[in-house]
T-cell receptor, first 116, second 110 residues
Framework: EPEVTQTPSHQVTQMGQEVILRCVPISNHLYFYWYRQILGQKVEFLVSFYNNEISEKSEIFDDQFSVERPDGSNFTLKIRSTKLEDSAMYFC??????????????FGEGSRLTVL | AQRVTQPEKLLSVFKGAPVELKCNYSYSGSPELFWYVQYSRQRLQLLLRHISRESIKGFTADLNKGETSFHLKKPFAQEEDSAMYYCALSSKAAGNKLTFGGGTRVLVKP
């Protein structure tokens, strides 16, 4: 069964460093999402991406964040200059709305980011 | 604005006992409601959705628009039901993004 895959599973970085989190969505999916979950808090929407552009972003998704689909398979989240409060689990998700009217999202296992 | 509230952070029940996870939502349009589950060391996965009206792993959830609730129920909890459960809301008007509740951890004791 196809799955969304994410790398790395855990990354430790110094404050101010750039981080790129990678996701490979399910191959026939068209919509891609990033969510994050700070420890002990709820899963929060960051950004959605469709047709090679951002379709919606939350207040959290400020200028330090960017997303890209560089090669037709990977979907990346870049944090340009990490802050301590960026420490969280980041989840990638995808969905194919041609087949799924209800929009069931398929999630990756998450990338844990620790900013020191 | 979309909002989902799960008032219980932890539910601890004995095996065979009923379990009910509460979920309330606020949304002015026509929402679609989901329950997602995350078992230990596994990814978030869909458990059930309100439009399909099905029972998955013995769980059911009924959308009550009058009370804006979508509580999840199971009459006889099993140890393998121990997990984190998230209620979530989506709508086509909101680009199908999911808004999650804070989650409820269910612990089923033998």
């Amino acid at each position: 069964e196809p799955e969304v895959t994410q790398t790395p599973s855990h990354q430790v970085t110094q404050m101010g460093q750039e981080v790129i989190l990678r996701c490979v969505p399910i191959s026939n999916h068209l919509y891609f999402y990033w969510y994050r979950q700070i420890l002990g808090q709820k899963v929060e929407f960051l950004v959605s991406f469709y047709n090679n552009e951002i379709s919606e972003k939350s207040e959290i998704f400020d200028d330090q964040f960017s997303v890209e689909r560089p090669d037709g398979s990977n979907f990346t989240l870049k944090i340009r200059s990490t802050k301590l409060e960026d420490s969280a689990m980041y989840f990638c998700a995808s969905v194919n709305l041609r087949e799924t009217n209800t929009g069931e999202l398929f999630f990756g296992e998450g990338s844990r980011l620790t900013v020191l | 604005a979309q909002r989902v509230t799960q008032p219980e952070k932890l539910l601890s029940v004995f095996k065979g006992a009923p379990v009910e996870l509460k979920c309330n939502y606020s949304y002015s349009g026509s929402p679609e409601l989901f329950w997602y589950v995350q078992y230990s060391r596994q990814r978030l996965q869909l458990l059930l959705r309100h439009i399909s009206r099905e029972s998955i792993k013995g769980f059911t959830a009924d959308l009550n628009k009058g009370e804006t609730s979508f509580h999840l129920k199971k009459p006889f909890a099993q140890e393998e039901d121990s997990a984190m459960y998230y209620c979530a809301l989506s709508s086509k008007a909101a680009g199908n993004k999911l808004t999650f509740g804070g989650g409820t951890r269910v612990l089923v004791k033998p």
